[in-house]
Every structure is written in C-alpha cells, then in structure tokens.
C-alpha cells in the first residue's frame, strides 16, 4: 500500500495533523527567563548582596505571574474548547495583575533594605526579555 504525505498547509509539519498542533513554547520561554535572572543575580551576587537580592525579588515578581498567567492560559487548547480558552485566558490575565500588584507591595512593605531602582530594573528588563523571547519563538 503506498502512503500519501499531505503537503505543508496551515504551518503543519509532515505527519502531522490537524487536531495534534505542538503546544506553544510558553515554558520553555519561562526556564529562558529564569536562566537570565539566575545568572545576572549571580553575576551581581559577586559584586554587591543588596543590589543582587533586589534584582532576585525583582526578577521573582515578573516570574511567578507569568507562571501563573501561563499555567492559566495555555490549560485548554483546541476549537471544541474555545469558551474555557477564553475563560482561561481571562482568568490566567486576572491572576496575573493580582499577584503582581500583590508581589510589589509586598516586596516595598516587608523589604526594609530594598534597592528599588534594581528591583524595578529586573522586572522591566525580564519583561523587555519576555517580548523578546516571543518574538523570536513566534516568527512564522
């Protein structure tokens, strides 16, 4: 019996169909951001522990939503499950915003030897890094 191989349409690869699309790189893009924080923070670790420790916490608060977000977002896949993707999304975003807003009054309240402008930062370069990183894994 000789096979036929449908050709590449709609991004697929050979021998792959429809209903298996590969999940979207979300956490392999969270162990690349956590990778950069772990190495800047040791790097900084060398030179000052103040500054190191913000630049963690800093790093932390950008982390743990988007882990949330993700877990949240990426749940369901698939048209059939269309309403719990939204839903998923809406609530992963929701989540996202609380535990932020959550994580930083936390960290300036409880963080008496907090050096604020490595804090603040860490969260905005693990953020530019994260649309980085989507960008480069999202390239069609």
Known sequence: MVSYQMPLRFGLKPGQTRNHLPRPPVFRLLMAESAVLVIVVTIT??????IAASILLGGLVFL????????HAF?????QSAPLVVRSFYRGEAGKFVLTCTLFIAVFVLNKSLHAVSFIGAF?????TN???I????KV
């Open 45 to 50: 670790w060398l030179i000052t522990d103040e």
């Open 64 to 71: 743990v939503p988007q882990a949330w977000f993700t877990r």
């Open 75 to 79: 749940r369901y896949q698939g048209a």
């Open 124 to 128: 905005a370069a693990l953020s530019v």
């Open 131 to 133: 649309v980085i990183l």
């Open 135 to 138: 960008a480069r894994y999202t």
